[in-house]
């Protein structure tokens, strides 16, 4: 999820600035986003909610104000250009420096929380703030200052606060304690589970003071409630039935490939590290996988057993290209790791626009692209492209080069 729709006491970072934007009296307001902007393009659509119109722009990376105003400015005569990376609430107190800050900032907003300005929002004590279909148990203790979102369930035994936030469709179990912490959207607190200056999300906990976060195991301590693929891998009937047909085709020339190699003394085939995509919040980052190759120049001869793994479904015949993990060290901001957030695929976006396997600037950004507009369109397109598109434009290329060049009648007689 990007950074600017995390739930921030029952709203997002988006939601409090265009409700600020629609107090002071624009009319339309441009978000340049750098992760996800399809997320955040879903999330605003056309800005109705508030009265102001909206557009989304998606940006290679993260700019500061003097590009954004660049970007959006030219000609449009914005009247103002601001970076998202304080609540406007607290504009001295920036977001994103650290945990701590972000923390900071939460508190600092839920204690100048107002129930006249917020829908299905009440104190019910000072400092304790809870919304609508809560189902809070009479034994159970709240210590303000606190925050229960929606739909939130608190069992008996329980003990809420202080400096806790609680965000919507959270279950806090019997005789668990939550406290100087945040527990995002849709996490079980199992029984007896005790959070302390943390962030708890699904099955993650960061540790705020130090941001060092891990994955608990367990289940029936802490897990998401409602977990969902982060990306499902497009590994439909047709894309098998397609990677078993190029199979068969490409067969031959993969097979005289490999008693090429053996009898010039070399393996026949090359095994290879990738590091797994992680497709659902269960997947472990960093995780690695096996695959093979073909010692050959050809693309597709090369990668001719990857076929195979897409047809078995472990691969998908359209996706991003596996990345060593050498490689994937090096991607650095959350833009270029969304290279890792759909299935590894025989062919890619990189493969129909360059025609050339490598890791540069260009292939992560037809990664990433890939990775954020992705659909069954688009991997037609990419498919044709690559299967029938690169090869006859190389057919019309090399027939153009050897045809004569038509001379006019006209022209010879001048010569003559």
Known sequence: MPLVLVPMLGKNLVDYWMEHLAARGFSEATILAADRPEKVRQHVGAGERWGVKTEVLPVTHEINETDARALVANGTGAQCVVLMEYLPQLPAQKLFDSYNSWFSALSGLMQEMNSDTRIGVHEIKPGIWTSLHDAISPEARLVAPCWIGRDVTIEEGAVVGPFAIIEDGVCVEKEAEVAHSVVLSDTLVGEFTEISNSVAWGDMLTHIPDGISARVPDEFLLSPLNEEPLRTPR????????????????????????????????????????????????????????????????????????????????????????????????????????????????ISLADAAVGVERFDEKARAHACFYAIRADEQMDASILYAVVIGRPLNAIRSTVKDVMPVPVRYAELDGQS
């Open 235 to 346: 590994t439909t009937f047709i894309g098998r039935v397609a990677a078993a047909a190029l199979l068969v085709a490409i067969a031959p020339f993969a097979i005289l490939a490999m008693i090429r190699s053996m009898l010039n003394g070399r393996a026949y085939l090359r095994v290879k590290t990738a590091v797994k995509p992680c497709l659902s919040h269960s997947d472990k980052a960093g995780a690695t996988m096996t695959y093979c190759e073909v010692p050959s120049r050809y693309g597709w001869i090369r990668r001719w057993p990857q076929l195979w793994e897409a047809v078995c479904g472990r691969f998908a015949l359209v996706g991003n290209r596996p990345l060593s993990p050498e490689d994937a060290a090096e991607l650095k901001h959350d833009y270029e790791k969304l290279w890792l957030s759909v299935p590894t695929g025989v």
